[in-house]
Each structure stands twice: as C-alpha cells, then as structure tokens.
C-alpha cells in the first residue's frame, strides 16, 4: 500500500489540533506552530495511516527525511508495516525520528527479532530545565541570571509582564523589526525565523500559544512565546529581548515561567543547533535534562527478500 504524503499547510490546522498530541513526547519541533510555521524549511508531510496522523520530516541539515509516529497508539505495529512496504516496495529501510529512550523501547518491544540502528547529535538534543528554577533563580549555579535579574528590577522598578493580546503582538511587531535591525546581517536561518513569528503573530490563538511583553510603560523590553509540547513541557519557541538592556533577558525568561499555567513544571528551551555561543547560553542555565533525540533506520525483514 503507498501512502499518500501532502505538505503540511495552514488547511491542516483542525486535523494537527487534533491529532498532533498523540505524538508529542517534548520534542520544541512538535508543537502546531513549529509543524505548521516551518513546514516548508522542514519539508514536513502529513499522511493518514490507519486513521492516525503520521509526519515525515527533514528537521536538521543533512538528514534523511524520517517519519514520526504516535508510538502509544494501538494501532503502532500496524502502522509500522504498512510505512514499511509503503518505502519503495518495501526495499528501502524505513527511518524513524524522536526521542531516544521512547522510541527504542518501543521498536524492541514491537519488532522484537529485527535490527535497526540509530544516529544522533547533540546539536539535536533540547535543553529541559525546572520551571521552578527559571521562577526563582535560586541556587549557586544561577546567581549569575539572579544577581542581572535584580539589577534590571532596580534600574526599571515599575517593569511588568503583561500577556500578548492582539493591541501587544502589533507593539511587539515594531520592537521585533528593530531588534533584526540592530542585529545586523539577516542569515537564512534568521530570516526563516522572521518569517515563523510573523507567522504565528498572525494565527497566536489558533496556535494555542502562550505568551508575554516585559514593558516598563510604553517601553518593550522584550517578548516572548511557546506551547506545550507533550505532557507538562512547555517549550519556548521565541525569546526576544533587548540586547542594551541590562538583565533584559533573565528577566524576561523568570517573569515567562511565572505566568505559565500550573500544569507545565518543566521548560524546554529547545536546541543549541550545534553552536558553540548558544550551547554555553543554554547550559548556563543549569538544564535538569536533555531531550535526546535520534534517527532510526530499521534494518529491512530478510523473510521479504526474494
């Protein structure tokens, strides 16, 4: 049986609210405005195979495009044969991507007596961190974010964080075109990224995504927005703040953990895209965890060789 693969658009927007929890397991890349809005830097497809939501994907450089299944569903095994002799006739391997621990005790359990190999990179991997952490600051490993926290406070004691309505996102907007102008050389990968915020600006509450301004007045700090990405994860998508404002950036990230609903206790910040400046950022916040994540290929049956 071939399956039928169509890009994901806009149009998909009912059937991924639906359907796209069943295969979130933290991964930043699957919330709906990550599949919808990098849909085409990603060349994410959509297909129904016995009735349930499978993507196939190319979310790093230099990978296969790879498929992501809802591995908790009961129709998994069957799902699995049917993508298998859907690759080619079944004579090439079918390749899988999620997160490590997930997916390969589930391909043990369901296929028992075959082989498969996985790749991974760290440039991969998110960066999961407590909520509670990020709320208060505590802790030796982050007087660093604590000790420009206070000092953004005391040089801007009226400062607040304030919800992205429609009337914030449009200020937002014009704060978020001059931080591109102040930046400098807009890269593809930022001109992407551009382009996926104007774009989730444009659909907030479709997307169901939670976000805020830090204002002092008619002055914006910075903003920020994400979703929640499977079980009590949140993921923050975008953090924008001002480069020339000391403890900017803290401050904004604190007050964002704050404001989240009561059911996320942990914050994905997601990946440093092998970055050696990112990677330190994000490790100087002290992560509790990695969200690894890799790249199946199932080794083909032999009983189908002819």
């Known amino acids: ?11 998909q927007l009912p059937l991924l609210k639906e359907q796209l929890p069943k295969l979130q397991t933290g991964d930043c890349n699957l919330s709906i405005a990550s599949v919808i809005g990098r849909a085409e830097e990603y060349q994410i497809k959509w297909g129904l195979v016995e009735g349930e939501l499978v993507l196939n994907w190319m979310p790093y450089p230099d990978i296969p495009a790879a498929y992501v299944l809802p591995l908790q569903s009961e129709n998994i095994l069957k799902i699995m044969q049917t993508l298998e002799c859907s690759c080619k006739d079944c004579k090439e391997p079918l390749i ?6 997930y997916m390969t005790e589930k391909i043990s359990e369901l296929m028992r007596y075959r082989n498969f190999i996985t790749v991974s990179s760290n440039s991969w991997w998110d960066y ?4 509670s952490r990020i709320e208060t600051l505590e802790g030796r490993d982050l007087h660093g974010k604590r000790n420009f926290n206070k000092r953004f406070y005391k040089a801007y004691p009226d400062a607040a964080f ?10 937002c907007r ?13 890269t593809e990968s930022l001109q992407a990224e551009k382009v996926a915020i104007e774009f989730a600006f444009d659909h907030f509450e479709d997307f169901g995504l939670i976000g805020g301004a830090l204002v002092n007045g008619d002055d914006i700090f910075g903003f920020t927005y994400g ?7 949140f993921s923050v998508h975008i953090e924008k703040a001002d480069r020339n404002v000391t403890g900017a ?15 996320f206790k942990q914050i994905n910040r997601e990946e440093d895209l092998g970055l050696a400046g990112l990677r330190k950022a994000k490790e100087d916040w002290s992560p ?11 080794q083909r049956d032999e009983s189908r060789i002819e």
């Open 1 to 11: 049986m071939k399956i039928e693969l169509k890009p994901v658009t806009l149009e």
């Open 96 to 101: 899988l991507f999620g997160r490590f621990t």
């Open 174 to 186: 014009g704060f978020l075109a001059k931080w591109y102008e102040a930046h400098g050389e807009m």
């Open 249 to 263: 950036y803290p401050a904004l990230a604190s007050a964002f953990a704050k404001a989240l609903p009561e059911e």
């Open 162 to 171: 304030v919800p992205l309505d429609a009337p914030m996102i449009e200020k």
């Open 227 to 233: 979703s929640g990405v499977g079980g009590d994860i």
């Open 288 to 298: 509790s965890t990695m969200i690894r994540k890799t790249l199946m290929r199932i």
């Open 128 to 131: 999961v961190y407590d909520r």
